[in-house]
């Protein structure tokens, strides 16, 4: 069984030590690209992630206005915030913004989490709204 198998940060800090020492013969490539593809997936579900909780708030807003508060709009800009600096330090995840399978998938999510935490079943099959307008500080959907 690999160390790799047993204790992946084990792993890691062993094939750090060989990259740093030059015996590339020791070097795990296989499991080592796969790592390297895990760091882009994770990076993807980071935006991913940020955007769901921007959109769920910004549906909240726009379908519970007697509910709005300082803790809503907190929510917004932090995720607005978060976002512009995570694609300005991943610019390739650009691309995830122009594809309508992703896009949808965090349509979903976002339906679904604004659906559990306001009981309401009313929201719109796609969203209405454009990434600029999403990430605007000045954009507040009436």
Known sequence: MNRYD???VAWANEQAAAIRAGRFDLLDIEHI??????????????LSSRMVVLLAHLLKWKYEPSHRG???QITIRTQRRSIERHLKQ????????KDPEWLE???DDALDLAARETGLNC????????????????????
């Open 33 to 46: 690209a796969d790592e390297i593809e895990d760091v882009g997936k994770s990076e993807a579900r980071e």
């Open 6 to 8: 047993t204790d992946v």
């Open 105 to 107: 998938s965090v349509w």
């Open 70 to 72: 300082s803790s809503w």
């Open 123 to 142: 929201f719109p099959d796609t969203c209405p709204w454009q990434f600029e307008q999403m990430i605007a500080v000045d954009f507040w959907p009436d």
């Open 90 to 97: 991943v610019p390739s995840l650009k691309t995830k913004l």
